[in-house]
């Protein structure tokens, strides 16, 4: 069965340094990866989305890369601060039928910035 | 103003019950799904819906029934509610292999 595997345990990471949370996958083949940032008590929130065909995907301080060999996905935050802690979902998605067909989420990692 | 809309956000009842969700999404989004979040499970797919009268299964859709007469509207029903559907549902829209966008969810108990 498919599989998608978030650190589960939380990352704590000083402020101002670069946080690196992976994301890797087993019996996928995903045609396009996402990340998602998720608050307490709120819903997902939409941050990056790599192609199958790409490499690496920059917005701002984030970075996400895409190694569909490894099966594996590294989403980076430069410069970390305090308000980026939140739990980050990776999800996968894939053309089927003609049409989406939801996306398949990881479990997320807690990721912590401390002062 | 635009947004994706979910109701109510939290929800107590019975055992056996029918209990009915509600999402309203104004972008026209084509893409219209239901997500269950448990701890120790994530998210997890429920159903999901290409177009207007066009919806499917997905991981987990014991138990429920959605509708979408209206491209804006898809509500989900648990026809009698059980314990193990106490969680939180969240409803998503999206285009064609695009970003999806979530609710803030409804948190729902089941006594």
């Known amino acids: 069965s498919q599989k998608i595997e978030q650190n589960s345990e939380a990352l704590n990471i000083q402020e101002g340094k670069t946080a690196t949370l992976t994301c890797n996958y087993t019996n996928y083949s995903p045609a396009y990866l996402q990340w998602y940032r998720q608050d307490p008590g709120r819903g997902p929130v939409f941050l990056l989305l790599?192609?199958?065909?790409?490499k690496e995907k920059r917005k701002e301080r984030l970075k996400v890369t895409f190694d569909t060999t490894l099966k594996q996905s590294l989403f980076h935050i430069t410069a970390s601060q305090p308000a980026d802690s939140a739990t980050y979902l990776c999800?996968?998605?894939?053309?089927?039928?003609?049409?989406?067909?939801?996306?398949?989420f990881g479990k997320g990692t807690h990721l912590i910035i401390q002062p | 103003d635009a947004g994706i809309t979910q109701s109510p956000r939290y929800k107590i009842t019975e055992t056996g019950r029918q209990v009915t969700l509600m999402c309203h999404q104004t972008?026209?989004?084509?893409?219209m799904f239901w997500y269950r979040q448990d701890l120790g499970h994530g998210l997890r797919l429920i159903y999901y819906s290409a177009a207007a009268d066009i919806t499917d299964k997905g991981e987990v859709p014991d138990g429920y029934v959605v509708s979408r007469s209206k491209t804006e509207n898809f509500p989900l029903t648990l026809e009698s509610a059980t314990r193990s559907q106490t969680s939180v549902y969240f409803c998503?829209?999206?285009?064609?292999?695009?970003?999806?966008?979530f609710g803030q969810g409804t948190r729902l108990t089941v006594v």
């Open positions: 998503a829209s999206s285009g064609t292999y695009t970003e999806a966008f």
């Open positions: 790599i192609r199958e065909n790409e």
């Open positions: 972008w026209s989004h084509s893409y």
């Open positions: 999800a996968l998605g894939s053309y089927s039928g003609g049409g989406a067909d939801g996306l398949t």
